[in-house]
T-cell receptor, first 116, second 113 residues
Framework: DAGVIQSPRHEVTEMGQEVTLRCKPI?????LFWYRQTMMRGLELLIY????????DSGMPEDRFSAKMPNASFSTLKIQPSEPRDSAVYFC??????????????FGSGTQLSVL | AQSVTQPDIHITVSEGASLELRCNYS??????LFWYVQSPGQGLQLLLK??????LVQGIKGFEAEFKRSQSSFNLRKPSVHWSDAAEYFC???????????FGTGTKLQVIP
């Protein structure tokens, strides 16, 4: 299996521009998670989906952030408009999603976002 | 609310020396506990996890961790560190299933020859 695939690996944009981050989870995984990692705040959960349905988006910082999962093999995280404080590494992770003992997250390599 | 504290931001050890990374958690019930490792430019990889049973958990790459309920700790250990172990290590706690997992702020490990 190719693992969790994120694109792009690096994104540099100007303040005010729209940014779209993409994620392809591992085939057969039921849960998908978006995390943001910064030096100041560490690893934060933004939102997660189960069976393509958003379960908890309480970690989404502002209305400028939105996430979708139109099907089991694709998710996007969009920031519109972007701001310099959004600069971070954004990780997508997927999990088999079985309740109980099978809690294991598989992470993608991340998207390094720089908003100038 | 659940939380995780990793008191050491940065640790340096000599290759071949033993290693212990500290993790303290706060959770109202029996937690699910995890250790993840992140190599530079990569995502996190699960080293080991604890749900129940034996409090000493074996993981990949020769790592182990011990759950101590009385101390609310889940420290990660390795008897002999290799240069390739240099990375950042994250402890995490969660209620299980697909619910929120809370990560610590990480401990960066440097290995010197």
């Amino acid at each position: 299996d190719a693992g969790v695939i994120q694109s792009p690996r690096h994104e540099v944009t100007e303040m005010g521009q729209e940014v779209t981050l993409r994620c392809k989870p591992i085939s057969g995984h039921n849960s998908l998670f978006w995390y943001r990692q910064t030096m100041m705040r560490g690893l934060e959960l933004l939102i997660y989906f189960n069976n393509n349905v958003p379960i908890d988006d309480s970690g989404m910082p502002e209305d400028r952030f939105s996430a979708k999962m139109p099907n089991a093999s694709f998710s996007t995280l969009k920031i519109q408009p972007s701001e310099p404080r959004d600069s971070a590494v954004y990780f997508c992770a997927s999990s088999p999603g079985d309740r109980g003992r099978n809690e294991k997250l598989f992470f993608g390599s991340g998207t390094q976002l720089s908003v100038l | 609310a659940q939380s995780v504290t990793q008191p050491d931001i940065h640790i340096t050890v000599s290759e071949g020396a033993s290693l212990e990374l500290r993790c303290n958690y706060s959770y109202g019930a029996t937690p699910y506990l995890f250790w993840y490792v992140q190599s530079p430019g990569q995502g996190l990889q699960l080293l080991l996890k604890y749900f129940s049973g034996d409090t000493l958990v074996q993981g990949i790459k020769g790592f182990e961790a011990e759950f101590k309920r009385s101390q609310s700790s889940f420290n990660l250990r390795k008897p002999s560190v290799h240069w390739s172990d240099a990375a950042e290590y994250f402890c995490a706690v969660g209620p299980g299933g697909y619910q929120k997992v809370t990560f610590g702020t990480g401990t960066k490990l440097q290995v010197i020859p």
